[in-house]
C-alpha cells in the first residue's frame, strides 16, 4: 500500500511538472501530463483496496503504471517502478 502512495505522489509531481513544461513551451504534449496524472490518481484509488480486495488493488495498480509510462517519456520511471512493485506484491499477496 505504501509503495502505491509514493509511486502516484511521484506521478502526480512528474505529471505535474510536464504541465509546467508545457506552460513554458518546452514540450507540445499536455494531454501525456494529464495522462499521467490521472493514471497517479488510479494508483491511490487502488492503495485503497488493498485490505479490502487485493487482487483488483493489483490489477489496478498495473494498469496505472501501464497509463504512466505511456503518459510521460523517461520523466516518470520512479514512479511506474513502485507502481509496478505494488501491483505485482499485491496480486501475489498470501
Do not use: C, W
Given at each position: 500500500m505504501v509503495m502505491g502512495l509514493i509511486g502516484s505522489v511521484i506521478g502526480i509531481f512528474s505529471g505535474?511538472?510536464?504541465?509546467?513544461?508545457?506552460?513554458?513551451?518546452?514540450?507540445?504534449?499536455?494531454?501525456?501530463?494529464?495522462?499521467?496524472?490521472?493514471?497517479?490518481i488510479l494508483g491511490i484509488i487502488?492503495?485503497?483496496?488493498?485490505?479490502?480486495?487485493?487482487?483488483?488493488a493489483g490489477v489496478g495498480f498495473i494498469i496505472a503504471t501501464m497509463f504512466v509510462i505511456m503518459g510521460s517519456d523517461y520523466i516518470n520511471v520512479i514512479s511506474a517502478i513502485f507502481l509496478l512493485i505494488a501491483g505485482v506484491s499485491s496480486l501475489f499477496r498470501k
Amino acid at each position: 500500500m505504501v509503495m502505491g502512495l509514493i509511486g502516484s505522489v511521484i506521478g502526480i509531481f512528474s505529471g505535474s511538472f510536464l504541465l509546467f513544461l508545457e506552460s513554458l513551451g518546452q514540450v507540445h504534449a499536455p494531454f501525456l501530463g494529464l495522462i499521467a496524472i490521472i493514471a497517479s490518481i488510479l494508483g491511490i484509488i487502488s492503495s485503497y483496496y488493498v485490505k479490502t480486495n487485493e487482487e483488483i488493488a493489483g490489477v489496478g495498480f498495473i494498469i496505472a503504471t501501464m497509463f504512466v509510462i505511456m503518459g510521460s517519456d523517461y520523466i516518470n520511471v520512479i514512479s511506474a517502478i513502485f507502481l509496478l512493485i505494488a501491483g505485482v506484491s499485491s496480486l501475489f499477496r498470501k
